[in-house]
């Protein structure tokens, strides 16, 4: 009978080096807070239950969390081996006790699931994963003997000969509940902040004849953990590096990749082209053939087949197939376009639906909107959809043509078919096929230059 799985992840410290208000654990890279990053490995490899360990900032993280994983609160913060203490109660004796950092983001799911079944294999009583540094220097040393564990020695106790050792502890083990369950009960504290250390449980149970395996992941970056900003921002760039090289495998072509930055969330099509200097964050979907930047954002979009998005702007918004947007345009919350729609420079939409096939080329601001299909917006029309207080929303129908600088002072309804003539200030609804025009009558004063010069 399969042996249970219980994933116990600490996220309890204040992370003093991040000077942050914010959890560490809140900090976020590539789009999600480190914890999710952790959550999203553990919930790959199928493990039902999950318990997180919360200290420092535990109201923000516990909300965040949510229904994702048992919540257990380390009252006061006495080190990593009191932090699992707190869940020995949770732990079955024969099950296998999955312990990581909440601050290690870069671990992938196949590592995770390398150590599991290596650990299961030997029989042994725990399982450290460790990796392989050029520099070692500020990790725990993995101390072995004719490649047999004998334990880990910390950065601060590490010796002359010690420092030698490229092997470090990655923080991240496998046990066997019963071991670890007796084992933490045992350790003591080790310094005047009457700290646990957890990493005494492998002294504990080497002294009780018990076996202590090891597991080297193949990439040592893998093992990176997050103190500071200048850390947070190291591990930020090794994944956005590994995004664009798993999104380029898959067929998405991109110029100067290292300009371009893909958050974890996104979804790509193959086809997709992205030029430099773009921005593809939060829950975005980009679909086959669409063609992205320069210097463009996005931010929670859906872009369909084909479309094109120059030097803009697009948040929450829904880009339909073979759209054109830009250069310099802003779509806000709530915009959907469809199919065909051309959005042209210095235009911002918010909060409005464009028919299929219509365009607005330039220099308007059309917002709480509804556009027909085929409608012709000229330039510097704008929809006064805010009267001070309340906003109200404009009506466009199919085909209607609207001449250049036009307001439309919203509640307004214009009909099918209709004009509108260029300069006009809309306050009434126009009918199907109307031409609505309002403008002052123009007035020439013949030889004003000769009149104002005397």
Same mark, same amino acid.
């Given at each position: 009978?399969?042996?249970?799985?219980?994933?116990?992840?600490?996220?309890?410290?204040?992370?003093?080096?991040?000077?942050?208000?914010?959890?560490?654990?809140?900090?976020?890279?590539?789009?999600?807070?480190?914890?999710?990053? #952790?959550?999203? $490995?553990?919930?790959? /490899? +199928? @493990?039902? %239950?999950?318990?997180?360990?919360?200290?420092?900032?535990?109201? !923000?993280?516990?909300?965040?969390?949510?229904?994702?994983?048992?919540?257990?609160?380390?009252?006061?913060?006495?080190?990593?081996?009191?932090?699992?203490?707190?869940?020995?109660?949770?732990?079955?004796?024969?099950?296998?006790?999955?312990?990581?950092?909440?601050?290690?983001?870069?671990?992938?799911?196949?590592?995770?699931?390398?150590?599991?079944?290596?650990?299961?294999?030997?029989?042994?009583?725990?399982?450290?994963?460790?990796?392989?540094?050029?520099?070692?220097?500020?990790?725990?040393?993995? #101390?072995?003997? $004719?490649?047999?564990? /004998? +334990? @880990?020695? %910390?950065?601060?106790?590490?010796?002359?000969?010690?420092?030698? !050792?490229?092997?470090?502890?990655?923080?991240?083990?496998?046990?066997?509940?019963?071991?670890?369950?007796?084992?933490?009960?045992?350790?003591?504290?080790?310094?005047?902040?009457?700290?646990?250390?957890?990493?005494?449980?492998?002294?504990?149970?080497?002294?009780?004849?018990?076996?202590?395996?090891?597991?080297?992941?193949?990439?040592?970056?893998?093992?990176?953990?997050?103190?500071?900003?200048?850390?947070?921002?190291?591990?930020?760039?090794?994944?956005?590096?590994?995004?664009?090289?798993?999104?380029?495998?898959?067929?998405?072509?991109?110029?100067?990749?290292?300009?371009?930055?893909?958050?974890?969330?996104?979804?790509?099509?193959?086809?997709?082209?992205?030029?430099?200097?773009?921005?593809?964050?939060?829950?975005?979907?980009?679909?086959?053939?669409?063609?992205?930047?320069?210097?463009?954002?996005?931010?929670?979009?859906?872009?369909?087949?084909?479309?094109?998005?120059?030097?803009?702007?697009?948040?929450?918004?829904?880009?339909?197939?073979?759209?054109?947007?830009?250069?310099?345009?802003?779509?806000?919350?709530?915009?959907?376009?469809?199919?065909?729609?051309?959005?042209?420079?210095?235009?911002?939409?918010?909060?409005?639906?464009?028919?299929?096939?219509?365009?607005?080329?330039?220099?308007?601001?059309?917002?709480?909107?509804?556009?027909?299909?085929?409608?012709?917006?000229?330039?510097?029309?704008?929809?006064?959809?805010?009267?001070?207080?309340?906003?109200?929303?404009?009506?466009?129908?199919?085909?209607?043509?609207?001449?250049?600088?036009?307001?439309?002072?919203?509640?307004?309804?214009?009909?099918?078919?209709?004009?509108?003539?260029?300069?006009?200030?809309?306050?009434?609804?126009?009918?199907?096929?109307?031409?609505?025009?309002?403008?002052?009558?123009?007035?020439?004063?013949?030889?004003?230059?000769?009149?104002?010069?005397?």
């Amino acid at each position: 009978m399969p042996q249970k799985i219980t994933a116990v992840i600490l996220a309890a410290g204040k992370g003093t080096r991040m000077k942050s208000g914010l959890p560490k654990v809140m900090h976020r890279i590539a789009g999600l807070p480190l914890i999710d990053h #952790v959550l999203d $490995k553990v919930e790959k /490899l +199928g @493990i039902g %239950e999950i318990v997180t360990i919360v200290g420092h900032g535990r109201e !923000i993280v516990s909300k965040h969390i949510d229904k994702r994983s048992e919540i257990l609160v380390q009252e006061k913060q006495l080190g990593t081996g009191h932090a699992l203490l707190q869940a020995a109660p949770m732990l079955e004796d024969d099950g296998v006790i999955l312990v990581m950092s909440g601050d290690q983001p870069l671990l992938s799911s196949e590592t995770l699931r390398s150590l599991i079944a290596y650990h299961q294999q030997s029989g042994a009583s725990a399982t450290v994963l460790t990796a392989v540094m050029d520099n070692p220097f500020g990790y725990g040393r993995v #101390v072995k003997e $004719k490649g047999i564990f /004998l +334990g @880990i020695i %910390e950065e601060k106790d590490v010796g002359q000969e010690q420092k030698k !050792i490229s092997e470090i502890n990655t923080g991240t083990y496998c046990f066997q509940g019963s071991s670890l369950k007796s084992a933490l009960n045992k350790i003591t504290p080790q310094n005047a902040q009457g700290e646990y250390y957890l990493t005494d449980v492998f002294k504990i149970l080497i002294s009780e004849g018990q076996r202590v395996e090891t597991i080297t992941t193949a990439d040592s970056l893998e093992a990176l953990g997050i103190n500071d900003r200048v850390q947070l921002a190291a591990a930020e760039e090794i994944l956005y590096d590994r995004i664009r090289k798993y999104w380029m495998t898959e067929g998405v072509t991109m110029i100067n990749p290292s300009s371009i930055f893909i958050d974890t969330q996104v979804k790509l099509s193959r086809d997709v082209f992205i030029y430099p200097f773009t921005l593809i964050k939060g829950n975005s979907s980009i679909g086959e053939g669409a063609q992205l930047g320069p210097g463009t954002t996005l931010i929670d979009c859906i872009c369909e087949s084909s479309c094109q998005i120059e030097n803009s702007v697009v948040r929450e918004a829904k880009i339909g197939a073979n759209c054109l947007v830009g250069p310099f345009a802003y779509l806000r919350p709530g915009t959907v376009l469809g199919k065909g729609v051309k959005v042209g420079d210095f235009v911002e939409i918010k909060n409005s639906q464009i028919g299929e096939g219509t365009k607005v080329p330039h220099l308007s601001y059309i917002g709480d909107s509804i556009v027909g299909k085929e409608v012709n917006v000229g330039a510097g029309t704008i929809t006064c959809n805010y009267d001070g207080k309340n906003k109200y929303q404009t009506i466009i129908g199919d085909k209607t043509f609207v001449g250049s600088n036009t307001n439309f002072i919203a509640p307004v309804k214009i009909g099918q078919d209709a004009v509108i003539g260029a300069g006009s200030t809309i306050t009434k609804d126009v009918p199907d096929k109307a031409l609505a025009i309002e403008r002052s009558q123009q007035k020439n004063v013949e030889n004003w230059q000769r009149a104002k010069d005397k």
